[in-house]
């Protein structure tokens, strides 16, 4: 009997956790930050914005891109430059640039979230996809509830410009490590 738990399970679901901490951990520093750096008011939100919006409007290109390409490429690439964005925080810390990194994050967001689920119903039994991807699913749970504390925390010890490196590196580490 096949099981769920097979190692590119495990393996996707270590990695879409990581994703889904990485981008949790951003969420409550983001507003913080353009604060920081001077954006207030609507402006903040026109940045926390841009990322849904994108997300929605490329979702079905994304899904094309998946089906007409080697799904595993197209993962590792776009995984890989999702890595970007966090050092461009740092290093173009104004309002334009913020919105523009964001509607980037948005589009590459939006194929990493429908290749990680596409994977792991790849690497299911074909008997336990709908179990296996509802235990997927914990990771995006798991990843909400767990990483916005933890990134507040690391952010008020170290400083932002040392929060957003960091989490360049991991997203980077986690890119490469698959």
Request: glycine content about 8%; overall charge positive.
């Amino acid at each position: 009997m096949e099981k769920i738990w097979n190692k590119k399970f495990i393996l996707l679901f270590i990695t879409n956790l990581l994703m889904m901490a990485t981008f949790y951990a951003s969420v409550p520093i983001l507003p913080i930050y353009c604060q920081q750096i001077g954006i207030t008011g609507a402006k903040i939100g026109i940045v926390l914005t841009a990322m849904s919006v994108t997300t929605v409007l490329f979702r079905a290109f994304a899904g094309y891109i998946l089906d007409n390409f080697n799904r595993y490429h197209v993962y590792m690439l776009f995984l890989a430059l999702f890595c970007l964005p966090f050092l461009g925080f740092v290093a173009f810390p104004f309002y334009a640039a913020l919105v523009a990194i964001r509607l980037y994050m948005g589009v590459v967001y939006s194929v990493c979230g429908s290749a990680t689920t596409t994977l792991a119903g790849d690497v299911l039994p074909p008997g336990k996809v709908g179990q296996g991807v509802n235990r997927f699913a914990l990771t995006i749970s798991l990843g909400m509830a767990a990483y916005p504390s933890a990134a507040s925390s690391t952010r008020r010890q170290n400083g932002r410009n040392l929060f957003w490196r960091m989490l360049f590196i991991n997203r980077l580490c986690r890119s490469c490590s698959i």
